[in-house]
Nanobody, 122 residues
């Protein structure tokens, strides 16, 4: 069973930076599809960044140029570097994963972490 554990959230002033980490365990990390999502109070969950198993990345327009998704295969860890943070980035951030077969069949993630809170003050 895949387990995802996020860390690195916190409170920061606008313009600051945070790096979120997602520790992956349970199966071989390599070749999984990985992503970061966020959900603010009263809003729907939205995709922030994704990392496909071929290494390609994609970002929501709202974070392009400010956030970077990356991975360390040796540590089975996914990262989200967040720079130039804005108050509207305040949300619970979730890590997600999918095996190649599941993503191929359904085009979505089937494993989720518990989330880490990011709060950006103006």
């Amino acid at each position: 069973q895949v387990q995802l554990v996020e860390s690195g959230g916190g409170s920061v002033q606008a313009g600051g930076s945070l790096r979120l980490s997602c520790d992956f365990s349970g199966y071989t990390y390599i070749n999984y599809y990985m992503g970061w999502f966020r959900q603010a109070p009263g809003k729907e969950r939205e995709g922030v960044a994704s990392l496909d198993n071929d290494g390609s990345t994609s970002y929501a327009d709202s974070v392009k140029g400010r956030f970077t998704i990356s991975q360390d295969n040796a540590k089975n860890t996914l990262y989200l570097q967040m720079n130039s943070l804005k108050p509207e980035d305040t949300a619970m951030y979730y890590c997600a994963a999918a095996s190649p077969s599941y993503y191929s069949d359904y085009g979505q993630y089937n494993y989720w972490g518990q989330g880490t809170q990011v709060t950006v003050s103006s």
